[in-house]
Structures are given as C-alpha cells and as structure tokens.
C-alpha cells in the first residue's frame, strides 16, 4: 500500500513537473520544442504555432520541417541527423516561415536530455529571433561591400586619363552597384551641332542586344538625363504613365526593362557630360538608396572627366607645340640648306659665266693682235663658239627653269616616234661624244609605239640625259640610249659606265641646283639644272623619270616613262 502511494506521489510530482515546464516553456519569449531521440517533434510551445499558423497535427512525426526555408533545408537537416548520431548539442542560423508567409531569420539551438547512462532520451530546442541583426550584418557587409567598390572605383578613375577606358570603368561599376541587369554610359562629346553625339560604353550586355537603339532622344524616357535636369527612376515602365507611350516607340530596340534608372553626370561648372542609364527586367530593383549611391559614382565620374579632358588638352597643347617646335626646326634647317645652296649656286653661276667669258675675251685680244695663221685663227674662233654656245645653254636652262616654275612652258604636242627624236639627240652631242672617245651605244625598237609629246622638248630630255652621262663618263667609255616598251608605256632609258652616284645622294639628283659635291661642279661643270628641268618636262607629259645606280664607279642610268599615244603599241599594229 505504501509502495503504491509512493508510486502515484512520483507520478503527480512529474506531472507538476512536466505542466511547469511547459508553463515556462510557453512563456519564454522563443519558439521551444521538444523532440525524441529520432528527431521528430513530441511538442511545440504556444509561441511556435502562434508564429508559424502551424497546428499539432501538421508538425506531428516528420512534418516539421515544412516551415523550414527549401533552400536551406538540405543542410539543416544534415546538421541535425549528425547532432542525432553524435549526441552533440544542434546550433544553426535559418529562416522559418511566419504565419504571414514571410521568412525571419532565427538562431536555433537544441540539447540532449540524457538518461544515467548518457543516452539521449530526448531533445529539448529553442529557436531565437535575429532577423533584425541578420538583416542588419547583411546591411552592413552590403555596405562595406559598395564602400570598397565606390573606393576602388574612385581609386581607378583617379588614375584613368584615357576617356573610353574611364567611361567603360564607371559604368561597369555603377552596373555592379546599382544591381542592374545593364548600364549605359552616354558621353556628350559636345561637337556644338545639335544633337550631341555620343561614344557610349556598354555592361552587363552585348551590342548586339541594341541593334537600332542608336543614340537616345529626347524622350520623356531620355530627356530629362539629356538636359541634366535630374535624376529619373521607375520602379515598373510598363506600368508608369510618364514612359509607357516611349516604352511601346522603342519596344523593337530595347531589351524588356521594368526597372528603370537615369543619372546625369553633371560637371562643376554645370555642363551636362554625360549621363547613366540602368535597366532590369523585373520590376522594383532600384530604390532611393541606390539613387544616391549612383548619384556618387555620377558625381565621381564627372570630376575623373574634366580631369581626363584637361589631360588630353594638355597632352594634345604638348603635342601641338612639339609639332610647332619640329617644324620651326625643320624651318630653319630647310632655310640654313637654302642659304647654302643658294652660296653654292652663286659661285657656281658666277664660274660658270666667267670660264667661258675668260676663254672668249683671251682669244678676241689675240686675234685683235693679229700675225697668227689660218689653223690658229679657226681655232680661236671654235673656241669662241663653244664657249659662247655653253654660255649660251647655260642661260637657256636658267629661263627653262624660270618658265617652269612659274608654270609658263607650254607643249606643242604631236603624235611622234621617240626613237626619231632620240636620234636627233644623239646627233647633237656626238662631236662632244667624238672628242672624248665615248662610245654612243642606241638599242631602239623601232615597233614600240608612238608618244604625244612635243618633239623640241622631247628632244631636250633626252639631250640632257645625255649631256649629264657624258658629263659623268670617262674617256673611251660608253654610253647606251635605249627605246622600247615596258608595262604598256614608252621607255627611254639613257645609261652609263661612268662614275655612278652615291645611295645617299639618289633621291636628291632631281633636285634643283643639287650636284653631288662642289668638286663635281669644278670639275664637270654645269648649275645643276639639266635633271631638275627633265623632271618637270616629263611630268608635264604625264610621265616619271627614275634614276639607278649601283653606287660609285658604277655607271647610272636614267629611265623615263611616257603614255603610249592612243593607238599605239603592238596591239595596234
């Protein structure tokens, strides 16, 4: 009898026991729970059902974890099957859902009830609300996270002069920022024609997604960013009257955007440099705080664009004056080579009429004096011819090269052989050729066609391209006339063996007054204007002249092209 009473005073005790517990359990400000040592729940305090619209029944045996966020729901139920296996106390951070079917974050824990000899009997939990701190830890690590990006965007276009790279740098990270799906940057080059025209940077989105997008206009979409009359932001396009009539003009060009976000970049001085735009295609992605946070990153921008606009005027004023200060170089170079060559043709022109002056005046005293035979009296006066003729040619080519530059020479054309002419030519310094001993070589294809030229001038190209190989070969050497058809034009090829010309001095031989050195002059005579006077002559045919040479000592050869009359050549005949 006394064993029973002691039995039903344990048993009342327990139940005291197990209703103050749960008294306490209910009163507690978290969700408490009681699960056995499957991990199923035997109980729920008030507090648990009344915050997740539960009932017993639902979260009876397994049915508890329906209330558990799915995506954290795999790992949740792998902690607590290891706690279960291990006996180790369960502690984890998870959303559970609210009656209202939002989730809040809360920070569950749960320890072992154990029997004598250490085994779990059952489990008892406790889950705290930190929603507030969670959300608050993300915001901050959200905002360390926009505070190193807007750092490290600053540091980047602090150190960016280059314009596309800095304008690429800012819209990809205001694209970053803002969350956007894509980001525009529209820079106003300002070309002061009306519409701006603009060199645009793309993110988050290829070119191509823009086929006829352009430039914007001056929509109530884009026109308050265009004028920089502030900032522009919709939370859905689709469903904002202000947009809705742009939305549906620039529905073919447009990628499907809700969200909406336009920030002028704006100078200091209040010049609209350009302006960023932002797209999503859910609805409600940008809110007040991403406008300012943008808003920065504008006003960032705008400062690294002046920067980069007073680099680039630096380094274009830079470059302009090295350009100034190379052609004053040139300038004074080109003076200073100038004054020379002008030193040198004066003595040169001043020799050249006085040799022959000095010839003609010494044999006229003798003659004038009389007592000299036949032979010596024909010699003097041959010699007062030929140095009379040279000065004479030696005028001629100095009005030549007066009516040239002056561009008063005037060609007689008619359709001709140019062998005929070549041959002429050659006759007229042959006795120079004679009296030297050169060799005058013709190799003339008499089939090769015929030129519109005007012969005396002709004439005068080929006589000064041989008088200069004359000039230039020695005694018993050899000059070759060549006259014939290469690339379908009239070739006239005049070469030497005498003594060559110097690599360095080839492409200055076309020159006016230009000789290879003073002592060709001295000794060859000549101002150094035959080759000048045939350059022009040609080209005024509608040809080119080249010169050759393999360098000193090596003979020369000068080769002019002509246009075959229309009509001529081979296949003509």
Not at 429 to 447: G, K, L, M, N, S
Not at 468 to 486: H, I, M, P, S, Y
Not at 505 to 510: E, G, K, M, T
Request: glycine fraction near 10%; charge should be neutral; proline fraction near 4%.
């Amino acid at each position: 009898m006394a064993l029973l009473r002691n039995e039903q005073a344990l048993r009342e005790r327990l139940r005291v026991g197990e209703e103050e517990m749960r008294a306490l359990a209910n009163a507690m400000p978290q969700l408490a729970w009681i699960a056995g040592r499957d991990g199923n729940m035997i109980w729920c305090n008030e507090r648990w059902y009344a915050y997740t619209g539960t009932a017993p029944d639902q979260l009876a045996g397994a049915g508890w974890p329906t209330v558990y966020a799915p995506d954290c729901l795999p790992q949740l139920m792998a902690r607590w099957h290891a706690s279960l296996a291990s006996g180790q106390p369960f502690e984890m951070e998870v959303p559970i859902r609210g009656a209202d079917g939002q989730y809040r974050w809360f920070l569950t824990r749960a320890n072992p009830v154990r029997d004598s000899g250490g085994h779990a009997l059952r489990w008892f939990g406790t889950s705290t609300d930190v929603d507030q701190v969670k959300r608050a830890q993300e915001a901050l690590r959200d905002e360390t996270a926009v505070l190193e990006l807007l750092n490290s965007t600053g540091s980047a276009l602090a150190s960016t002069r280059d314009l596309p790279p800095l304008l690429q740098e800012v819209t990809d990270a205001a694209t970053r920022i803002s969350g956007a799906r894509f980001g525009a940057f529209y820079y106003h080059s300002g070309d002061g024609q009306g519409a701006p025209q603009m060199l645009h940077a793309l993110s988050g989105s290829a070119p191509e997604q823009f086929p006829s997008f352009g430039r914007p206009r001056a929509s109530a979409l884009f026109g308050i960013g265009l004028r920089g009359e502030g900032t522009v932001r919709s939370n859905d396009l689709l469903r904002d009257p202000r947009h809705a009539q742009a939305m549906r003009e620039q529905a073919a060009a447009l990628p499907v955007i809700r969200s909406y976000l336009a920030v002028p970049v704006v100078s200091r001085s209040g010049e609209v440099v350009g302006s960023l735009y932002f797209g999503h295609p859910e609805p409600d992605m940008f809110s007040e705080r991403t406008e300012r946070i943008i808003g920065g990153i504008a006003a960032q921008a705008a400062v690294a664009i002046d920067n980069a606009r007073l680099y680039a005027a630096a380094q274009h004023a830079a470059e302009e004056r090295k350009v100034l200060l190379d052609s004053e170089r040139c300038a004074r170079a080109e003076a200073e080579r100038t004054s020379r060559l002008k030193d040198e043709f004066l003595a040169t022109l001043s020799h050249e009429l006085r040799t022959p002056l000095t010839a003609i005046l010494g044999w006229a005293q003798v003659l004038r004096r009389g007592n000299r035979d036949v032979a010596d009296v024909q010699r003097g006066l041959h010699t007062i011819e030929r140095n009379a003729r040279a000065q004479a040619q030696l005028i001629e080519d100095l009005l030549d090269m007066s009516r040239i530059t002056s561009g008063k020479v005037r060609l007689e054309v008619q359709v001709l052989a140019a062998h005929t002419i070549a041959e002429a030519a050659i006759d007229a310094v042959q006795p120079a050729a004679d009296a030297r001993q050169i060799r005058i070589e013709r190799q003339f294809d008499r089939h090769a066609g015929l030129v519109a030229a005007d012969p005396s001038r002709l004439q005068q190209i080929i006589w000064n391209l041989l008088s200069n190989a004359l000039k230039f070969t020695e005694r018993d050497g050899t000059v070759t006339v060549r006259v014939g058809q290469a690339d379908g034009q009239l070739e006239i090829a005049v070469s030497d063996d005498g003594m060559g010309i110097r690599a360095e001095f080839l492409a200055h031989v076309f020159e006016r007054f230009r000789q290879g050195d003073a002592s060709t002059t001295r000794r060859h005579g000549g101002l150094g204007l035959g080759l000048a006077i045939v350059k022009h002559l040609v080209e005024q045919h509608g040809g080119t002249v080249g010169a050759a040479s393999e360098g000193e000592g090596r003979g020369a050869c000068f080769t002019v092209r002509l246009p075959l009359a229309h009509g001529s050549g081979p296949e003509a005949r």
